[in-house]
């Protein structure tokens, strides 16, 4: 399967947080200062971590870029030890980035229109991707859906840029349901889907894209210790009954090569043993 | 040379850091972040007679007291290694530890007959120990009898150093680590990954049952001991080669920082450097004062 990276000029820096956004409790937009600037492509990746953390949280978290060049950022969500000191983060903080990593969205095809659909914090890639799309001249089209309103961090941004249609599962905000429910009534033979967020969101758009026969890519989102293909310890069930690993072959991949039946809908599979990867 | 080289039996060493197996692929892929070369060496990933797929999803979470992992030695098997990788770390003059595991002693004996043929493989690391797949692995490690066996076949296929990782799930790790000796091995690994749950909250469980085994070890046998669990730092390195180790691995440190290695490597020389010492007269200083 030869989806491999690209070799950019990833390198590992130290940078002082410059300023820290909060979206309501769970949501932060770390921004960074980066004066030498960053390469970073929209759907590509840093490893993160506060360089002051000492001893634990151990290993780096693997984040999108919501931006790139001298100051880039990115958007998390509070759900662990290291995504809680992200959040408490002050400016000055230094944070050991590294990166860019894995490999970008593919750009749409001539005359088909991208389709973003993001679920919650997997706004990131698509709302990076989005600016570059307006950039250039065009306006997407956006499906942003979340569990209520308090789940749709920067959709504001994304509807300044896009034709935006948001969802919520209560009802709190757009249309009440699924982004899929939007999804059905919106595509057509020219569309062209880029999808992030939760897998059961992204299989199911998956499978709709592949029943429509319109191309799809998918972000890739796993637990991951090193980001550059050495630990193993982020591989995606492929259709052909074999791995691929979302930092090296992803994390933006065809949704096609994807077998979300045996990702991580599965019963969890605990690993068990402590150091080192075997 | 700036006091840091050390002797692993035959084997000589530019430096006691080197990287563990599993922690640092093939070697190459670090090659962007610093001069792998420097090292003392690097343990390759887990070689065996086929490639292998791994485990499924999920393979690592992490906790207090390090990462848990159950990979299930997923790696390009060792014709593609010597026909794709070899070529190229043989070429940057990498000192290169080849680390195999079988589920037999004739697939490790197949192995080794396989490496033997190509130069560029400066010692072979046996993973007696891995407990992370059903069959094979572990069980060598925690008999005397079966890992005195395994190190005597493989010691009678190849000229190399043989070094044999032990298990720190071995009833007697002493035992098993004397055997290994007198079958052979040309110096002992210790210790393999733990089987484990997270229990402590503030102290790196990993380290210190490593060194704990690494100084019983280095005083059971009259081999090298390779130290690896836990050394993240170079204070943690000389930890252990002031038990006795003659060299150490840095594992899962290089994760989270790719230069990791590298960083022990440099902390040595500047600590040798600066208390007029050398990394030999530092192994075992901790035992007879």
Redesign the interface.
């Given at each position: 399967m030869e989806h491999t990276a690209p070799?950019a000029a990833?390198?590992?820096i130290t940078a002082p947080l410059l300023h820290r956004e909060s979206i309501g409790a769970s949501y932060h937009v770390l921004t960074f200062d980066v004066p030498e600037g960053s390469d970073a492509q929209p759907g590509q990746f840093a490893m993160v971590?506060g360089a002051e953390w000492g001893?634990?949280?151990?290993?780096?978290r693997p984040m999108s870029y919501l931006t790139g060049g001298t100051t880039p950022s990115i958007l998390i969500k509070v759900i662990g030890e290291g995504t809680l000191r992200m959040g408490r983060a002050e400016p000055g903080e230094p944070f050991?980035l590294?990166g860019p990593l894995g490999n970008t969205w593919r750009p749409p095809s001539r005359n088909r229109r991208p389709v973003l659909v993001a679920g919650g914090v997997g706004i990131a890639p698509l709302l990076y991707f989005a600016k570059q799309i307006a950039a250039d001249g065009a306006t997407p089209l956006s499906i942003y859906g979340g569990r209520s309103s308090r789940d749709l961090p920067l959709e504001d941004e994304l509807s300044e840029i896009s034709e935006t249609h948001l969802t919520t599962e209560d009802g709190s905000r757009g249309t009440r349901g699924r982004v899929t429910d939007v999804l059905e009534s919106l595509l057509d033979a020219g569309s062209e889907v880029y999808t992030c967020g939760p897998d059961r969101m992204m299989a199911a758009v998956a499978a709709i894209c592949a029943k429509r026969d319109v191309p799809c890519q998918v972000s890739l989102e796993?637990?991951?210790?090193?980001g550059?293909?050495?630990?193993?310890?982020?591989?995606?069930?492929t259709t052909d009954g074999?791995?691929l690993y979302a930092c090296m072959n992803g994390p933006c991949i065809d949704a096609r090569l994807v077998d979300f039946s045996?990702?991580?809908h599965?019963p969890?599979?605990?690993?068990?043993?402590?150091?080192?990867?075997? | 040379m700036n006091g840091s080289n050390v002797r692993i039996g035959e084997l000589d060493l530019a430096n006691p850091v080197l990287t563990a197996s599993g922690c640092f692929g093939y070697g190459l892929e670090y090659d962007e972040f610093f001069d792998v070369a420097t090292l003392g060496g690097i343990c390759t990933k887990g070689l065996s007679l086929e490639p292998r797929l791994g485990n499924p999803p999920e393979r690592i979470c992490e906790t207090p007291a390090g990462m848990l992992n159950a990979i299930g030695l997923a790696n390009v098997g060792v014709e593609n290694f010597c026909t794709v990788k070899l070529p190229t770390l043989r070429e940057r003059g990498v000192t290169v530890v080849a680390n195999i595991f079988a589920s037999s002693v004739a697939d490790f004996v197949k192995i080794t007959e396989r490496l033997e043929a190509e130069d560029g493989v400066h010692a072979i690391e046996l993973n007696v120990s891995c407990p992370n797949v059903t069959v094979g692995g572990i069980e060598f490690g925690k008999d005397p009898k079966l890992a005195s066996e395994v190190t005597r076949a493989v010691r009678q296929s190849t000229k190399r150093p043989v070094w044999v990782k032990m298990s720190p799930e071995a009833g007697d790790i002493l035992a098993v680590g004397r055997a290994c000796e007198e079958a052979g091995a040309d110096a002992l690994t210790a210790i393999n990954t733990i089987r484990g749950m997270s229990i402590d909250i503030n102290t790196r469980r990993l380290r210190l049952v490593a060194l704990r085994i690494v100084w019983d070890l280095c005083g059971a046998v009259s081999i090298p001991v390779i130290a690896i669990g836990g050394i993240a730092t170079w204070q943690h390195a000389l930890e252990f080669i002031m038990a006795g180790a003659s060299a150490v691995q840095v594992g899962t440190a290089s994760f989270s920082d790719p230069c990791a290695a590298k960083h022990v490597m440099d902390g040595i020389a500047a600590f040798c450097s600066q208390n007029e010492t050398t990394v030999a007269d530092l192994i075992g200083a901790a035992r007879s004062s």
């Open positions: 070799m990833r390198r590992m971590r001893d634990a949280p151990l290993l780096p050991t590294l796993t637990p991951m210790a090193c550059y293909g050495v630990c193993l310890g982020c591989p995606v069930p074999g791995y045996r990702s991580d599965a969890r599979k605990v690993a068990t043993t402590a150091g080192g990867a075997k | -």
